[in-house]
């Protein structure tokens, strides 16, 4: 992506308001207040795009068969397999 493609957006803040996002910005572990607003209007897209993509049941039997193939899925029971040795 050339620079030419990013587009700038600006917000009005109140100084209270600008205080109160930048320390929930910091709790998230962010020091920048861009970065913050950036990733939570990334997760509100990606929210959109999962609400609008529903899949089939054969879709989704697929997708769990190839993570099951791929190893990405355990059994249950196997969940306590490290604490039967207690």
Do not use: C
Not at 65 to 76: E, F, K, L, Q
């Amino acid at each position: 992506m050339n620079i030419s493609e990013h587009v700038t957006i600006s917000i009005e803040l109140t100084p209270d308001e600008r205080d109160k996002f930048e320390r929930l910005a910091r709790k998230q572990g962010y020091t920048v207040l861009t970065d913050y607003l950036h990733h939570i209007m990334m997760q509100d897209l990606a929210l959109e795009n999962d609400n609008q993509e529903e899949l089939s049941p054969e879709a989704t039997f697929r997708e769990g068969w190839a993570d099951i193939v791929a190893g990405r899925v355990y059994p249950a029971s196997s969940l306590w397999d490290e604490t039967d040795d207690d």
